[in-house]
């Protein structure tokens, strides 16, 4: 995994983590959702979140990280890759430090695997290595591995249609309910919620994303 790269702020990344020796880090239906409420806690705060796809045995996420403590991107602005959205600092409050959001992935991830060990009387590391984390730096990819992400389930032959797999962030894109999710930005990239469906009806072009997704073998 591309782990050793420090987390820039105002820069955008898929992070990944797969359970160690391939296992499962989901058990039950209310794993994810526990997995999903570490992650507010931990990580919302220094990074927004794009997409996400929880499956069985590993993850993948589409994150920016923030600028500064009151950095929100896309909440109001036309595209999530333009400077007044914290490709520059928007308020003069100092940027994270990597090793804040560093600590604050690592402590989402350390939290649930503690949480995952107390419950199922289990012991050592859950998780392989450290997380991954691959940048990306245009709008082009972002989609491209927004379509991953949402595909991955397909992909590893969990369910036969993507849509069908209820742990990931297709549904609450297209949904008007409340969500953590920067939608409004993810909706601009694709032209809508329409055109975002006739993208994902298409099967995920895995030759564009092959530099941005890292060791995807479940």
């Known amino acids: 995994m591309q782990s050793s790269l420090p987390l820039e702020p105002g820069l955008y990344y898929h992070v990944y983590s797969r359970g160690v020796n391939r296992t499962n880090i989901f058990i039950e239906d209310r794993n994810y959702a526990h997995f999903l409420d570490l992650y507010a806690m931990h990580v919302a705060p220094v990074a927004e979140t794009f997409a996400y796809c929880l499956l069985r045995n590993h993850f993948h996420l589409l994150v920016r ?9 896309g909440f109001g602005n036309r595209s999530g ?9 928007s308020n003069g409050l100092e940027p994270p430090s990597h ?10 991830l350390n ?11 289990r012991t050592g590391s859950l998780f392989q290595s450290r997380f991954g984390r691959l940048p ?9 591995v927004i379509h991953y992400i949402h595909h991955n389930p397909q992909k590893h032959g ?5 849509r069908d797999w209820p742990y ?7 949904s008007d309910k409340p969500t953590r999710l920067a939608r409004p930005v993810v909706l601009d990239w694709f032209g809508g919620p329409q055109l975002l469906r006739q993208v994902h ?15 995807d073998e479940a």
């Open 81 to 89: 890759l333009e400077a007044s959205c914290g490709l520059e600092q």
């Open 99 to 108: 090793r804040a959001v560093s600590r604050a992935f690592n402590n989402w």
């Open 168 to 174: 990931s962030s297709y549904h609450a894109l297209l």
């Open 158 to 162: 969990l369910v036969k249609d993507f």
């Open 201 to 215: 009806a298409t099967p995920a072009d895995e030759s564009l994303v092959t530099a941005f997704v890292g060791d």
């Open 136 to 144: 990306i730096n245009s709008e082009r990819y972002l989609l491209a």
């Open 65 to 73: 990280i923030r600028t500064d403590s009151g950095d929100r991107c």
């Open 111 to 121: 939290a649930y695997a503690k949480a995952i060990n107390k419950a199922y009387a």
